[in-house]
């Protein structure tokens, strides 16, 4: 459905028990975001808030997509997975070959369909420039700092609208931008997104460039500025696909740019690529880490236009689960059909987990019919658009359920042969990756959890795998002192999680040789090293501190013993001292005691239900020391 503003949105939120309306003062400075990370992650993400006292007159809106009924709300579906079967038929119809004249002409209405959901621009002004601010300042906004050591407010949900200078395509995207005076911000894109490419070429031009960014209106515009479209495709048809409804577009005020005319708050402005970049961040992110500061454009506000009753959205980012986990699975269930006509029919389904953090982990279910077909399907995927990013893999058959992690780990017992099913890759990753010895490039690791035909059998030692005993692990922990817990309970996996104080590399590798040849250690076959802090009993710290701390090809080791493979993980924290690693270590994010303390004290006025603990208490103490870095 069409949503004909954000206030549209809010009422449909209210009208489905969604939302809470939050009438007394709330700090944009961290307070905000505290009472954010209590709800998010409660089951099922909480609530939607709105803030509507935050010392601006415009209410805040947040968490507005942060559970499945949310995002489907806010998409318009009972199910995301209507989405995807609704692009499936679109595309069965226009390829599905045609025998005669009257099976073409079938095709017609749905080309007109297509052409209904191409943006429109309108003529004159539109209701996004009811008000218009020629002199801006973006003091008027309710702009958040969300944790306590960014480098200032940043504008988190913005819908940033740029042009190709050479071929006039427009690009959606969305990038962070840090507050820095009335009228100047940062703008955050990563060298592999389209608005940088557009960037280099008004650079190469010497030429100004226009952006505009839009907040609010229709969610879906939102939702589209994220979503991982191919290069020149238009995310505002996207944008009229998902609402069923075309975007109408005006003109603004002091660029020649185009946006959503039904948008509730309008920025516009430029960067000029011929001066010196801005040193932006710190910033709490969604890997749950700080991104460290870094060089970025600076962006230069020309005027601000808003509705007169104009919402401002953001979100707030941080350890997983949070809003953008949901904004993931949309993404999940949008573009598995795209995925599987355009490149991998043998594809059945994919799964994001949340410990992934969109790009750490990914779990893709074939219908394999041939030797390889694990392999292949691995390095097509890290080809594929977003998914170079990809830094695990994991695939398995199509009678898998993918979305059960347990049964997933009991699948990888039961067809993962340590010597021979896991295939390591080099490539591009994720520029917040902060495990990578090399800036945005590193290994990748697939996992091939496919049942095996005879050809893919390796004459590795096949031993029968038992379970190691608690009595054992009690051996180990008092065999080795720098062991402080030992977690064999991830379903009969054989898989160990050791929390562990680090001394540096080279004893890593004699106690990984060490255990593999103990006796207690058994039949073992995983083990994943963990800092001492980690709580080895909770699933989702591990799975989201492991992958967030590996780069699988340096990190991974591998022994021989007595015939058969083990395999160890190396998933602690890394410094020069310990490992030789030369980069910079980013701290994990919590809130600090003053804020948590100070919405402890308000709650009960707040209007927000039933007390909520922070989730800062359960991570505290993997916060190694004040700073957006460790200092090792």
Not at 137 to 145: A, T
Not at 176 to 204: P, S
Not at 379 to 391: E, I, P, R, T
Not at 445 to 456: H, Q, R, V, Y
Request: net charge neutral.
């Amino acid at each position: 459905m069409a949503y004909k503003s954000l206030r549209h949105f809010i009422q449909k939120l209210e009208e489905n028990n969604e939302l809470i309306r939050v009438k007394e003062f709330v700090n944009p400075e961290l307070e905000i975001t505290e009472i954010v990370d209590r709800f998010s992650k409660s089951p099922n993400g909480g609530k939607a808030l709105l803030f509507e006292n935050n010392g601006t007159r415009f209410p805040l809106l947040i968490n507005s997509m942060g559970s499945e009924k949310r995002i489907q709300l806010a998409l318009g579906v009972e199910n995301l997975n209507d989405i995807g079967r609704e692009i499936e038929k679109l595309f069965g119809d226009l390829t599905r070959p045609k025998k005669n004249l009257i099976e073409k002409l079938k095709i017609l209405p749905g080309l007109s369909r297509i052409s209904s959901w191409m943006p429109k621009i309108i003529k004159g002004k539109a209701v996004s420039q009811e008000v218009v601010i020629k002199n801006p300042d973006l003091g008027i906004l309710p702009v958040l700092k969300c944790w306590p050591e960014d480098g200032g407010r940043f504008i988190t949900l913005p819908v940033v609208v740029t042009k190709d200078p050479n071929t006039g395509i427009r690009n959606v995207g969305m990038y962070r931008m840090q507050v820095f005076d009335k009228n100047l911000t940062g703008m955050h894109w990563h060298k592999h997104k389209v608005g940088a490419r557009h960037f280099e070429e008004y650079k190469k031009l010497e030429l100004k460039m226009p952006v505009v960014v839009a907040l609010g209106g229709d969610p879906a515009y939102t939702y589209s500025a994220t979503a991982p479209v191919p290069d020149n495709i238009d995310e505002f048809m996207l944008a009229g696909f998902l609402r069923k409804k075309r975007v109408e577009l005006v003109k603004c005020i002091t660029q020649d740019i185009e946006v959503p005319a039904d948008a509730d708050i309008i920025i516009e402005g430029y960067i000029d690529p011929q001066e010196n970049l801005i040193w932006e961040g710190p910033f709490g992110d969604h890997t749950g880490f700080y991104s460290l500061a870094d060089w970025f454009p600076g962006f230069h506000v020309t005027c601000i236009t808003h509705k007169k009753d104009a919402v401002y959205p953001a979100t707030v980012v941080g350890i997983p689960p949070m809003e953008d986990a949901w904004i993931g699975k949309a993404t999940e269930r949008i573009f598995l059909t795209p995925l599987k006509y355009a490149m991998l029919p043998e594809i059945i389904d994919f799964d994001l987990p949340f410990a992934g953090v969109a790009h750490n982990l990914t779990i893709v279910k074939i219908k394999k019919s041939y030797s390889g077909q694990a392999i292949k399907v691995m390095n097509s995927l890290w080809g594929a658009g977003q998914m170079m990013f990809n830094k695990i893999l994991i695939v398995v058959d199509t009678d898998v359920d993918i979305h059960n992690y347990e049964n997933i780990l009991h699948v990888m017992n039961k067809n993962v042969q340590p010597d021979s099913d896991l295939h390591f890759s080099m490539g591009p990753l994720d520029i917040l990756d902060h495990s990578a010895t090399k800036y945005a490039f590193g290994s990748k690791l697939g996992i091939d959890a496919t049942n095996k035909f005879p050809d893919e059998i390796n004459n590795e030692n096949n031993e029968n795998l038992n379970k190691i005993s608690k009595e054992s692990i009690d051996k180990l922990i008092k065999k080795y002192p720098e062991i402080k817990s030992i977690n064999a309970n991830y379903d009969s996996a054989n898989l160990l999680v050791i929390a562990l104080e680090k001394e540096n590399r080279s004893k890593l590798e004699t106690l990984a040789k060490n255990l593999s040849e103990s006796e207690e250690f058994g039949t073992t076959r995983f083990c994943l090293f963990v800092d001492s802090e980690v709580d080895v009993s909770d699933f989702n710290m591990v799975a989201w501190l492991v992958l967030g701390n590996i780069d699988p090809k340096r990190d991974t080791i591998q022994l021989k013993i007595n015939g058969s493979t083990r395999v160890f993980f190396d998933g602690t924290r890394k410094s020069f001292k310990k490992d030789q690693f030369e980069r910079n270590w980013p701290n994990i994010l919590i809130s600090n005691e003053e804020t948590i303390k100070t919405i402890d004290e308000k709650w009960q006025y707040l209007g927000l239900g039933k007390f909520i603990q922070s989730p800062s208490g359960k991570y505290k103490k993997l916060n190694k020391s004040k700073g957006a870095q460790i200092e090792e």
